[in-house]
């Protein structure tokens, strides 16, 4: 779902002109329905469902949404498109990433992928827009990372990683598109925010978030943010807090049944106790009852055990 509302191309007109240095002399409108591509080249995996694969909807389809080598395996973009832009009057155009993150610790550092991510989008390029050794024809290439659910320290905060020059002996200067090929964006989303806090953020919070309803989610995109609301995007919208709310209320029902079992078995504990089994009686009667594990029937035992009276 939240692909989805990323899909959309004023959400990613804000996303490029407040993250991508290129796009910020650049109105909203203009990036949205000027300089982000609308040729749709669908992949083997595409980022929507076939549903919404029709050219009227202003959602992006981009290049194509994976990469596959022998050595590397596949690799799935979330959201992966071409925007172009006029640079010192000459035509610039990037290939970018977007990419939805709910765990800001999935076991690695996540900009570790994004530059992974960058370095595919980087040589798969051949054969697609260069060959042999038409290197002057690579085309610089971005990573966006939203993370919803970062640590403290992270929220509400944009950082960009790219490839700067470095004079070590002598004051040599290169061209930046020569060498600047390659950026990864980490957007870290947090609430509340402050006055100060970038307008892309407070639109993202608005937009993601799961506790405010899709009526209030229209007035304040439409008013705070002038995003005219579609039927496409009430959908999405719709949709997304719908979804969020089953799953809190089936969180709120497995939390429940799991308090209800975690109190049986507590109860059942306290009463072999007032009959003063042996421990591993105890033990023996938790497996049979509740169907656990030695190790489980232990590890209650030892949590809820009631001293002797």
Same mark, same amino acid.
């Given at each position: ?13 804000? $996303? ?5 240095? =290129? !796009?910020?002399?650049?109105?909203? *409108?203009? %990036?949205?329905?000027? &300089? ?85 989008? $980087? ?5 697609? =827009? !260069?060959?042999?050794?038409?290197? *002057?024809? %690579?085309?610089?290439? &971005? ?85 005219? $609301? ?5 959908? =999405? ?73």
């Amino acid at each position: 779902m939240c692909r989805r509302l990323l899909s959309e191309k004023v959400i990613l007109a804000w $996303i490029l002109k407040h993250c991508l240095e =290129e !796009f910020r002399n650049y109105t909203i *409108e203009e %990036i949205a329905w000027k &300089y982000i591509d609308n040729h749709l080249q669908i992949s083997a995996v595409p980022v929507h469902p076939p549903i919404f694969q029709q050219e009227s909807s202003p959602l992006i389809w981009g290049i194509a949404g994976e990469d596959v080598t022998p050595a590397e395996g596949r690799v799935a973009y979330d959201i992966r498109f071409k925007a172009s832009v006029p640079i010192s009057g000459r035509p610039a155009q990037f290939i970018i990433n977007v990419e939805a993150q709910n765990d800001f610790y999935p076991g690695y550092p996540l900009i570790k992928r994004g530059i992974y991510y960058c370095g595919r989008m $980087i040589s798969s390029q051949y054969g697609r =827009e !260069f060959v042999r050794s038409h290197y *002057e024809n %690579i085309k610089k290439v &971005y990573s966006i990372w939203i993370c919803t659910n970062p640590p403290k320290k992270r929220r509400n905060s944009i950082t960009r990683y790219c490839i700067a020059e470095e004079n070590l002996v002598g004051m040599a200067q290169e061209y930046p598109r020569n060498y600047n090929l390659m950026t990864a964006v980490i957007i870290c989303l947090g609430r509340p925010f402050s006055r100060q806090t970038p307008d892309v953020l407070k639109l993202l919070n608005v937009l993601l978030a799961e506790n405010i309803p899709p009526e209030e989610k229209y007035h304040i995109l439409s008013s705070e943010f002038s995003i005219e $609301i579609t039927s496409q995007l009430k959908k =999405e919208v719709s949709l997304m807090c719908n979804l969020s709310e089953r799953i809190e209320r089936k969180g709120i029902r497995k939390g429940m049944r799991r308090g209800r079992r975690l109190g049986k078995i507590q109860g059942a504990i306290s009463v072999y106790h007032d009959f003063h089994l042996p421990e591993q009686k105890i033990l023996q009667n938790l497996e049979e009852k509740f169907h656990l594990t030695p190790e489980e029937a232990r590890q209650y035992l030892n949590q809820y055990k009631v001293p002797t009276r």
